[in-house]
């Protein structure tokens, strides 16, 4: 597999005052075309650091994707450091400098003279159209290497990468294609999977199969190289199966799937009703259910039980109840979670009730412990689960994806 490196220029990216998304997206682009991302880079408007870096990753790429820097003002520097690295000077561009003066016409507008600067390449580079703006890009060739400067607008580099790079780097038709899934795991550790996977994970395997972790998931990503996409496509289909097989109930989706999308797939496919009584999770639950078109074919609605005296009130949770074993204890949790059934009709209801942080906690109830109760069909379970108190929000995400993943493996063992 042939490879690239990616270099994300601009003072902004290194100073926290922008996140570099271009990257990420480059890498699955490039993938798919058969060009395995080696390195990515983040380097300052400084002409110096820019050729420097060009350099480093020349050595060990077939493909350099620079992003950035070829705007109109003084820190855009990227054709300067390109022209510097290859050795080549700088030349004007009659046609480029006629384009960017149509393109401010158009718009009624005067071109800056500033602009100019955008109409000067390396010598024997090749110019890029950019229809969305007035940087155009920069494609080059030299030592067998192959360079290509974009804007760092992403509409705009997203645009040019697909209608110019694309069919330069697929011109010789030499390059496999690459395809990707994902399974999605939840419930279980990413050090289980690996282990229960074994030799499945090694480096050299096609297809590959590496893990990550992702709001809670454990996501498997399926990587296959072959000469075509339809064998690629067979190869993936493939190692879901075999990860199925191998996983379980561990699965419960898969590429895109979520935990929300999924239960509600399959409420609507058995016609239940799904109600929440919410303490700790403060209306997430209801929010991660709702997010998803059409869920008002399956979601009753709920409570958002914060105090004592709403759970009380609202759900009928009994005061002894909770004098006696605290708001966050399994008999309120169950109660909680019945009393919601009772008073919306539904088939189903989750209940949460927990200590999220980052205070409140006590030796006996520690941040992070949450009492999930499960009304299923007239049945009332309920279970304890302490998550790390690594944060409240993600106390709380944890929490309510915990109380859907209960239900759907619930959901899935029912035949209606």
């Given at each position: 597999?042939?490879?690239?490196?990616?270099?994300?220029?601009?003072?902004?990216?290194?100073?926290?005052?922008?996140?570099?998304?271009?990257?990420?997206?480059?890498?699955?682009?490039?993938?798919?075309?058969?060009?395995?991302?080696?390195?990515?880079?983040?380097v300052?408007?400084?002409?110096?650091?820019?050729?420097?870096?060009?350099?480093?990753?020349?050595?060990?790429?077939?493909?350099?994707?620079?992003?950035?820097?070829?705007?109109?003002?003084?820190d855009?520097?990227?054709?300067?450091?390109?022209?510097?690295?290859?050795?080549?000077?700088?030349?004007?561009?009659?046609?480029?400098?006629?384009?960017?003066?149509?393109?401010?016409?158009?718009?009624?507008?005067?071109?800056?003279?500033?602009?100019?600067?955008?109409?000067?390449?390396?010598?024997?580079a090749?110019?890029?159209?950019?229809?969305k703006?007035?940087?155009?890009?920069?494609?080059?060739?030299?030592?067998?290497?192959?360079?290509?400067?974009?804007?760092?607008?992403?509409?705009?580099?997203?645009?040019?990468?697909?209608?110019?790079?694309?069919?330069?780097?697929?011109?010789?038709?030499?390059?496999?294609?690459?395809?990707?899934g994902?399974?999605?795991?939840?419930?279980?550790?990413?050090?289980?999977?690996?282990?229960?996977?074994?030799?499945l994970?090694?480096?050299?395997?096609?297809?590959q199969?590496?893990?990550t972790?992702?709001?809670?998931?454990?996501?498997?990503?399926?990587?296959?190289?072959?000469?075509?996409g339809?064998?690629?496509?067979?190869m993936?289909?493939?190692?879901?199966?075999?990860?199925?097989?191998?996983?379980?109930?561990?699965?419960?989706?898969?590429?895109?799937?979520?935990?929300?999308?999924?239960?509600?797939?399959?409420?609507?496919?058995?016609?239940?009703?799904l109600?929440?009584a919410?303490?700790?999770?403060?209306?997430?639950?209801?929010?991660?259910?709702?997010?998803i078109?059409?869920?008002?074919?399956?979601?009753?609605?709920?409570?958002?039980?914060?105090?004592n005296?709403?759970?009380?009130?609202?759900?009928?949770?009994?005061?002894?109840?909770?004098?006696?074993?605290?708001?966050?204890?399994?008999?309120?949790?169950?109660?909680?979670?019945?009393?919601?059934?009772?008073?919306?009709?539904?088939?189903?209801?989750?209940?949460?009730?927990?200590?999220?942080?980052?205070?409140?906690?006590?030796?006996?109830?520690?941040?992070?412990?949450?009492?999930?109760?499960?009304?299923?069909?007239g049945?009332?379970?309920?279970?304890?689960?302490?998550?790390?108190?690594?944060?409240?929000?993600?106390?709380?995400?944890?929490?309510?994806?915990?109380?859907?993943?209960?239900?759907?493996?619930?959901?899935?063992?029912?035949?209606?």
């Open positions: 597999m042939k490879s690239a490196s990616i270099v994300a220029v601009g003072n902004e990216l290194l100073n926290g005052q922008r996140v570099d998304t271009n990257s990420n997206w480059l890498q699955g682009r490039l993938l798919r075309l058969g060009y395995r991302t080696c390195r990515v880079v983040l300052p408007d400084d002409v110096e650091a820019i050729a420097a870096v060009l350099g480093e990753v020349s050595r060990i790429s077939d493909v350099v994707i620079l992003t950035g820097g070829l705007g109109p003002t003084a855009d520097l990227t054709r300067f450091a390109l022209g510097k690295f290859l050795g080549r000077p700088l030349e004007f561009r009659a046609d480029i400098w006629q384009t960017i003066e149509a393109f401010f016409e158009r718009r009624g507008l005067k071109t800056a003279s500033t602009n100019r600067v955008q109409a000067y390449l390396p010598c024997g090749k110019a890029l159209a950019n229809p703006g007035t940087a155009c890009g920069i494609s080059a060739e030299q030592g067998g290497k192959r360079y290509f400067c974009l804007p760092g607008v992403p509409s705009e580099m997203m645009a040019m990468f697909n209608d110019s790079v694309c069919p330069e780097l697929t011109a010789d038709g030499r390059t496999d294609v690459i395809e990707m994902k399974v999605r795991c939840f419930g279980v550790g990413e050090s289980v999977i690996a282990e229960k996977l074994g030799d994970m090694r480096r050299e395997r096609n297809p199969i590496n893990t972790v992702e709001g809670g998931d454990v996501l498997l990503h399926i990587i296959a190289s072959a000469a075509d339809q064998s690629a496509g067979q993936i289909d493939a190692d879901k199966n075999l990860l199925c097989q191998i996983l379980g109930d561990a699965v419960y989706g898969f590429d895109e799937d979520t935990l929300p999308q999924v239960v509600g797939r399959l409420f609507r496919e058995k016609r239940l009703k109600a929440v919410e303490s700790c999770t403060g209306g997430l639950l209801a929010k991660m259910i709702t997010d078109p059409g869920s008002s074919e399956y979601f009753w609605g709920g409570w958002v039980t914060y105090s005296e709403a759970k009380i009130r609202d759900l009928g949770v009994s005061e002894d109840l909770i004098s006696r074993y605290g708001a966050v204890s399994e008999p309120v949790a169950a109660a909680m979670a019945a009393g919601a059934a009772q008073r919306s009709g539904a088939d189903a209801a989750l209940s949460i009730s927990g200590i999220a942080g980052p205070e409140g906690g006590t030796p006996e109830k520690p941040v992070g412990m949450v009492c999930i109760g499960l009304f299923f069909l049945r009332t379970e309920v279970q304890t689960f302490r998550f790390a108190p690594v944060g409240r929000e993600t106390v709380r995400q944890r929490a309510s994806l915990t109380a859907l993943n209960w239900l759907r493996l619930q959901l899935k063992g029912l035949t209606v």
